[in-house]
Structure formats: C-alpha cells, structure tokens
C-alpha cells in the first residue's frame, strides 16, 4: 500500500503534466529586441568614450575633463532614440516594408500573405451593357519555380496564368463573410494597379496581381525622416554641447557617426523590431485585410 507522502508526490506530478509550460517562444524576439538595445547602450558610451579621448587628446593636446559623465550621457541620449524608433516598430501592426532607414516605405502592407484566391472582373462585350461588369474569371493563388505567388485560373482543366489586358476592369478578394471588396484598375505613371474605394492598393507585377493591399501612410513617412533627423542631430549635439568638440568637427564627426549607424547598426536592430512586431501581432496575418466597400 503507498504512502501517504508517495500518493501526494504522484498527484503532483499528475498535475504538472496536465499543465505544461507555457509556449516563451512569440516573446523570444522581443528578448533578443531588448538585449540589442542594451548591448548598444554599452557599446554606445564605451565607443563616444574612447573615440573622444583618442580624439580630443591628438587635436587638441588634451580631452575633455568630465569625460566619464559626458560620454555615458551623450549614449543614453543616442539609446533613447534607438529605443523609441525600435517601438515605434513593434508595437505597431506588421508591415514587409524594409526596416533599413534608408530603403524604408511608406507602404504599410495589409495581409502578410497574398489573397489565396481572387476574382477578374472583365468589360461586358455587349454594346447594351457598356461600362458594366461582363465575366468573373475566379484565380487560385500558386507557387511557381521560383517560389513567387502567380495566380492561375481556378479551372480542373488547364489552368492559364495571370494575363492582363485592357478586358480585366477590375479584380475582387472574398472577405471572411463571403462578400467581396472590388479593386478598380487604374493606369498611372508607377503601372497597372487595383484601388479600392478606400485607398487600399493592391500593386502588380510581370506575374499579375501581388494579391496583398496595401496603404500609403504620410504618418510613417514623417515619423521615419524625423528620427533621421533627430538621430543626426543628436550625435551633432552631444559632440558639441557635451563633449566640447568644436562646432565643425562635432558637425563632421556627427555625419560620419549617423551614416555608419545608420548604414551598418540600425538595420539590424529595426529588423529585431520588424521581427518581435511580428510576434506580437500574430493576428494581423489572420485578420481580413479587406476593409473596403464590399459588394
């Protein structure tokens, strides 16, 4: 007969079983987010530290005095900015659009995959019904060789790709309650695309449709130049105010510092917060994209 100490040791292990450990791994890129940050925090003051005491030393015979406040200042300074522009990126709804602060986009992609399947409206061959919708053609999204989403007609027989032309006046997206949101074809200067009454894109390519809307966002255009400016200005102030260069070499120095930070450091943090955004926001890629007005 077990024990009294035996049977409350075997509940226990019952119980543990019946709750496993809870799934860290969404939080692992925010982690490896904050880690960046704090190694770039120390790298900062170690790197504005030693740079200004070689620096100062041979131009102007001696450094600074107050070196070991002023250099961890000038790089939490310059951390605040990172931080703020890494959650500025997390923290908000996924997007593909790079994270490199020079090849960003205003773009804010709406779905993370293209549309599985799609509808193309084509132009009434009818003299009476000029200007209304003719044939609906239904496409299935495929992968082709190369691994690029290609729509192909949804028929058993002989499925043909994508082909534009003048006939196609519109494509349409099923929604999660069976309606559909029409996309009206437009001719301008950067091609063909899809626009739907709300502003929502949808671009396209040599393969057709890209299947994914997106929109313009004026907001995420200023709010990118302005940390490029703020970051700029930043490194301009601290080696000037902070660390006593002089106005133009605290002027040079804070180019040189803003492209190699911005050219080879930031690119890889922004990336970290494109990724935890990701994670943090898991249901965007489930959530219908289609906003517009449905039919």
């Known amino acids: 007969m077990e024990s009294p100490e035996r049977l409350t040791h075997i509940r226990r292990l019952a119980t543990i079983r019946r709750y496993p450990a809870p ?33 100062q ?33 997390a923290l908000a709804q996924p997007t593909t659009a790079a994270a490199n602060p020079f090849l960003f986009s205003p773009w804010t992609d709406m779905a993370k995959e293209p549309a599985p399947r799609i509808f193309a409206v084509k132009k009434s061959q009818l003299k009476s019904s000029e200007g209304k919708d003719g044939d609906i053609i239904p496409y ?31 494509i349409e997206i099923p929604n999660e309650d069976k309606s559909r949101t029409r996309y009206e074809r437009v001719i301008s200067d950067a091609g063909e695309e899809f626009i739907s009454k709300d502003g929502l894109v949808i671009k396209t390519d040599t393969n057709g449709p890209t299947g994914i809307p997106t929109k313009f966002s004026i907001g995420r255009l200023v709010w990118n130049l302005s940390l490029n400016i703020i970051h700029l200005l930043v490194w301009y102030l601290g080696l000037w105010l902070i660390l006593r260069f002089q106005n133009l070499h605290a002027l040079g120095l804070a180019i040189v510092m803003w492209l190699i930070m911005t050219l080879a450091i930031l690119p890889m943090v922004l990336s970290s917060a494109a990724e935890a955004s990701v994670k943090l926001h898991p249901q965007t890629a489930q959530l219908s994209p289609n906003r517009g007005v449905t039919t």
């Open 23 to 55: 799934n860290l791994y969404p939080h692992y890129p925010v982690l490896t987010l904050s880690i960046i940050l704090a190694l770039l925090a120390i790298s900062l003051v170690v790197v504005v530290w030693v740079g200004t005491y070689l620096l």
């Open 57 to 89: 030393g041979y131009i102007y015979t001696e450094p600074t005095t107050g070196l070991l406040w002023q250099a961890p200042v000038t790089g939490i300074l310059l951390t605040i900015v990172f931080v703020i522009w890494a959650l500025s990126i």
């Open 140 to 170: 299935v999204a495929k992968r082709n060789d190369q691994g690029r989403t290609i729509y192909r007609e949804d028929t058993a027989t002989q499925p043909r790709p994508w082909q534009s032309s003048g006939d196609i006046i519109a």
